[in-house]
């Protein structure tokens, strides 16, 4: 009876661990849009977040976004890691949120990877 128990419990974990592991590889694009605005630092010496609009996607979450960038944010053009001052109004980009995102509108959260788009 114990071995019925221990067999059918690692065949229900094969089962559910593999799912786990592929949700936590890919990330759920929050927004894709068009930078509108950039926010920057008291003293002006850096970039702390961008307000994105687009429209919602069966891919994406949200229309209008306040995305704060902090320093563990990855921002890419392509393959390609670039910094917070390279973003600028009008690039199309895409955001994957990290941790909660504020419900307000514009939704306000902060952003794990940032990528240009062409």
């Known amino acids: 009876m114990k071995r019925i128990l221990v067999l059918g419990l690692m065949l229900m974990l094969s089962v559910f661990l593999p799912s786990c592991s592929e949700e936590a590889a ?4 929050g927004i894709r849009g068009e930078i509108k605005e950039i926010y920057t630092s ?3 010496t850096s970039i702390t977040g961008i307000l994105v609009e687009g429209e919602v ?7 209008s976004a306040n ?3 902090d320093d563990n944010t990855e921002i ?5 890691k670039i910094s917070a001052e390279d973003l600028e109004t009008g690039l199309m980009v895409e955001v994957v949120f990290e941790g909660p995102v504020a419900e ?4 306000q959260g902060t952003a794990k990877k940032i990528t240009i788009i062409e």
């Open 104 to 107: 307000s509108y514009p939704v």
């Open 26 to 29: 890919t990330d759920t694009i």
């Open 57 to 63: 996607q069966e891919d994406t979450m949200y229309d």
């Open 76 to 80: 890419y053009m392509g393959e390609e």
């Open 67 to 69: 995305v704060s960038i």
């Open 42 to 44: 008291e003293d002006g």
